[in-house]
């Protein structure tokens, strides 16, 4: 079996963290992840 990635992001309210959250899971599917 493959082992997984944890990743956890965390910050105030109205930072950006959904933002980076797409950045993020845009590049990994990108990169077939």
Do not use: H, S
């Not at 079996?1 to 599917?29: A, C, E, S």
């Amino acid at each position: 079996m493959k082992r997984g990635k944890f990743i956890t992001i965390y910050g105030i309210n109205g930072i950006g963290k959904t933002t980076q959250v797409n950045l993020l899971v845009d590049n990994l599917k990108k990169q077939g992840k």
